[in-house]
C-alpha cells in the first residue's frame, strides 16, 4: 500500500472522520508542492512547512522496489487521460518515484497495453516513437471498483498479472476494503462513541442522517434523510 487519505470535518465536537480514500486519493500536488511553493512566493525559503508527504512518498516508492527485488525497477504511472487533475497528481508520484531509484514513466491509461498471454505478457507503454518498454511494476489512479464494473476484462488480466508474478500494482486491491463506507460502520461498531469517530450503521439510524452507498466517489448517491429524502 503507498499512501491513502483521510478526510476529516471540523464540528464543535473536534475533527471526525468522514472516510479512508485507499487507493486512489488526490491532493498531493497540493499537499507536497503547493504549500511549500507558498513559503518560498512569501520569501521564507528557509522554512519547513508542516507537510513531509513527499518525503514519505519517496521512502515508501524506495520500500516498494527493494520488496520486489525480483522485478525490474521500471514502474508505469497511469492516470485517466481526459482528467486535467490527475495529470499533474501523477507528475509528483513520478517525480517520487525516479528520485526512489525507479525508472519512471507517465502516460494516459488509455495509451497502456495489458496482455496476459504469450511472449509479450505484461504492461506495455510507448516510451519513445516505435519504442515500447515492459513495465513490472504499475501505478494506476483508476479506482478498483470502477474497474471491477466497467472493464471486467481488464480486471481479470490485472489479476492473471498479478498472481505470475507479472507486475506489481499500487495500490492493492485490498484497498476496496479500506475505502468502503462499510468500513465505517464496522468502525463504529468496534469502537463506539470514539472521539474521532462519527456514529455509522449499516441499517438506517435515527433522526437526521447522511445516506452513503458501500462504494462511491466525490459525493455520487449521498442523501440526506431528515424526514424525507433530499
Known amino acids: 500500500h503507498l499512501y491513502g487519505r ?19 486519493a488526490t491532493s498531493i500536488p497540493e ?12 520569501g521564507k525559503n528557509d522554512a519547513l512547512q508542516y507537510s513531509g508527504l513527499y518525503e514519505a512518498l ?3 516508492l524506495k520500500v516498494w522496489r527493494e520488496r520486489n527485488e525480483d522485478l525490474a525497477p521500471a514502474l508505469l ?4 487521460g481526459a482528467s486535467s487533475e490527475d495529470e499533474p497528481h501523477c507528475c509528483v508520484i513520478t517525480e517520487a518515484a525516479n528520485e526512489a531509484g525507479f525508472e519512471a514513466h507517465l502516460c494516459p491509461i488509455e495509451e497502456v497495453t495489458f496482455t496476459a498471454e504469450g511472449e509479450e505478457k505484461g504492461v506495455w507503454a510507448q516510451v519513445e516513437p516505435d519504442q515500447w518498454r515492459h513495465f513490472p511494476f ?6 478498483w471498483e470502477q474497474i471491477a464494473w466497467e472493464e471486467p476484462e481488464l480486471l481479470k488480466t490485472l489479476t492473471l498479472l498479478s498472481r505470475s508474478r507479472t507486475i506489481s500494482i499500487a495500490n492493492p486491491a485490498y484497498t476496496l476494503l479500506f475505502q468502503s463506507k462499510g468500513m465505517l460502520a464496522w468502525l463504529w461498531k468496534a469502537f463506539p462513541y470514539h472521539p474521532l469517530l462519527l456514529e455509522a450503521d449499516i441499517v ?17 448517491s449521498v442523501e440526506v434523510v431528515d424526514r424525507g429524502r433530499v
Open 6 to 24: 483521510f478526510d476529516l470535518a471540523m464540528t464543535p465536537d473536534g475533527p471526525k472522520m468522514l472516510e479512508f480514500n485507499a487507493d486512489t
Open 31 to 42: 499537499t507536497a508542492v503547493v504549500q511549500w511553493a507558498s513559503l518560498a512566493a512569501a
Open 58 to 60: 519517496v521512502e515508501q
Open 77 to 80: 504511472v497511469t492516470y485517466i
Open 138 to 143: 504499475l501505478f494506476k489512479l483508476l479506482p
Open 204 to 220: 438506517p439510524l435515527s433522526g437526521k442522517y447522511i445516506k452513503k452507498p458501500y462504494f462511491g466517489r466525490e459525493g455520487q
